[in-house]
C-alpha cells in the first residue's frame, strides 16, 4: 500500500505543481450490485441456473424422505433391505455433492464472465466521464474506509451505465 501511495504521489507531483489535481473514486462493488447490466446479468444467470437447483433440490428431497425411512423402518425391514437402502443413501448423497458442487463452480464462471463484460463496460464508463470532466485520476476501489462524497462518481457512472442499458433495450 506505501509503495502505491508514493508512487501515486510520484506520478502526480507534476500535476500538483502545475495546479489543482482532479481525482474520483468508483466504488466497482456497489456498482456490481446495483447497476441495471448488472441486475440484468444476474436475473439471466439465475434463469441459466434455475433448472440445475431444482434439480439439486429433488435430490435433497430424496436424500431427507430416504433417511427418514431409513430411521423409522429399522425394525420392520431385513438387514439386508436396510443396507441396500444405506448404499441407495451413500450414493444420492455422492451425486448431490457432486451436482452442489458442479454447479457452484459453473455459476462462479458465469458470473466471472458477466461481471468482466460490466466492468470492461464500467471502464470506458469512467474513461468518457473522465475525458468530459477533465479527472487527473479515478481510481476504482472495492471498498473504503473513507471517502469524501465529493470525489465519488460512483452514482455517475451507474447513471451513464443504466442509461446505455435502457438506450440498448429500445
Known amino acids: 500500500m506505501k509503495r502505491f501511495i508514493i508512487l501515486v504521489a510520484f506520478v502526480l507531483s507534476p500535476c500538483l505543481l502545475a495546479g489543482e489535481i482532479k481525482i474520483g473514486v468508483v466504488n466497482t462493488e ?14 439471466k444467470i439465475e434463469n441459466e441456473f434455475q433448472t440445475r437447483d431444482a434439480k439439486i433440490k429433488e435430490f435433497s428431497v430424496q436424500i431427507r424422505t430416504l433417511q427418514r425411512e431409513l430411521e423409522k423402518g429399522t425394525n420392520l425391514v431385513s438387514e439386508e433391505e436396510r ?7 451413500a450414493g444420492l448423497s ?15 464462471l458465469r458470473q466471472n464472465e458477466e461481471y468482466g463484460l460490466i466492468l470492461e463496460r464500467t471502464n470506458r464508463v469512467i474513461g468518457e466521464l473522465a475525458e468530459q470532466q477533465d479527472y487527473d485520476l479515478i481510481l476504482q476501489l472495492q471498498d473504503s474506509v473513507y471517502r469524501s462524497a465529493r ?9 451513464a451505465l443504466n442509461a446505455q442499458e435502457s438506450a440498448s433495450e429500445k
Open 151 to 159: 470525489i465519488d462518481i460512483t452514482d455517475q457512472v451507474i447513471r
Open 94 to 108: 455422492r451425486r448431490y455433492q457432486r451436482a452442489q458442487q458442479q454447479m457452484r463452480e459453473d455459476l462462479s
Open 83 to 89: 443396507r441396500m437402502k444405506e448404499r441407495e443413501l
Open 30 to 43: 456497489k456498482i456490481l450490485r446495483e447497476s441495471m447490466p448488472a441486475v440484468a446479468a444476474q436475473r
